[in-house]
């Protein structure tokens, strides 16, 4: 019989082989992962089994300290929402390429990321990205996002659709070559049989989410690929593409850290829910859901 999402404390114990008096005392410790809903305790099941994996490896995870910094993709939400919940993390988001080979280098606690592949129609593969030999490694959902074409407002070049980027004159925004979106982009072109070679790229690749925006905003560019928190922002245009998962990964022992567990509890609370639906484009159900788990 599979167990329930949430176990309660008789469970966890059985789950745990532990008596319930043992389960209590780790509560009044906060050392274990447990909510509580209108006065009952419940244990978060793949909270419970990151908590228990972390502490079999024991000293085996023992390694120099790691900075607190988030890197990876930019995150408009998780920007806001690492400075509201005092997390205190570093960012340095450069894109999920650089956000990948800063968690392999442990240069960094965690990284967001949201990189497609298209031969296995799937985000964030571990195997694909490098991260397959990490043994410890963690994928917690941050939010599914909508990506589409940016556009400026008055679209004055009657834009609808991705075809419309290889019409002659028109100048396409573009990221960084690591960058999540540009995974996106290339499985696109390939998709609708668009040369990228005869595309007419802007001067220079935009560093993040924003920064594309507002090349756009500017006009250093007609059309570029991006989030739609992105576009609201800079009062642009936008026609969605598709829904893309934002993961954060981060090694087990690290999801335990406060920056962490500071941050995931900060994300449940309404504020940050009435800040995603302002923002738009955000999905944020599956938000703490432990998607990869090594």
């Not at 099941?45 to 490896?57: A, G, V, Y």
């Not at 560093?207 to 576009?231: C, K, P, V, Y």
């Amino acid at each position: 019989m599979s167990l329930p999402t949430y176990l309660t404390t008789a469970e966890a114990a059985e789950y745990l082989r532990l008596k319930e008096r043992k389960i209590y005392d780790l509560v009044s410790q906060g050392v274990i992962p447990c909510v509580r809903v209108t006065g009952k305790l419940l244990f978060p099941r793949q909270r419970i089994d990151l908590w228990l994996m972390n502490h079999l490896e024991g000293d085996d995870a023992v390694s120099a300290p790691t900075p607190p910094v988030l890197a990876g993709s930019q995150d408009p939400l998780l920007e806001w929402a690492v400075k509201e919940s005092g997390a205190e993390l570093a960012l340095l988001c450069q894109g999920s390429g650089d956000g990948v080979q800063r968690l392999i280098n442990g240069r960094a606690l965690l990284a967001g990321m949201h990189i497609w592949h298209a031969e296995s129609q799937r985000y964030n593969d571990p195997a694909t990205l490098g991260l397959g030999g990490m043994r410890d490694l963690v994928l917690i959902r941050w939010a599914k996002r909508q990506q589409g074409l940016l556009l400026a407002a008055d679209n004055p070049h009657k834009l609808a659709r991705l075809e419309d980027i290889a019409r002659p004159g028109i100048r396409v925004a573009h990221r960084q070559p690591d960058a999540g979106v540009s995974h996106l982009l290339q499985s696109l072109l390939a998709r609708h049989r668009i040369d990228a070679e005869q595309l007419g790229w802007a001067s220079h690749p935009s560093l993040s989410e924003d920064d594309l925006a507002l090349a756009i905003r500017q006009g250093e560019a007609d059309i570029g690929i991006g989030i739609e928190a992105a576009a609201r922002r800079q009062g642009l245009a936008f026609i969605p593409l598709q829904q893309e998962h934002f993961d954060l990964a981060m090694r087990r022992r690290h999801y335990f850290e406060p920056a962490m567990q500071q941050l995931l509890a900060f994300a449940g609370s309404e504020r940050f829910a009435q800040r995603a639906d302002a923002l738009g484009g955000y999905d944020i159900r599956e938000l703490g859901r432990v998607v990869y788990n090594a």
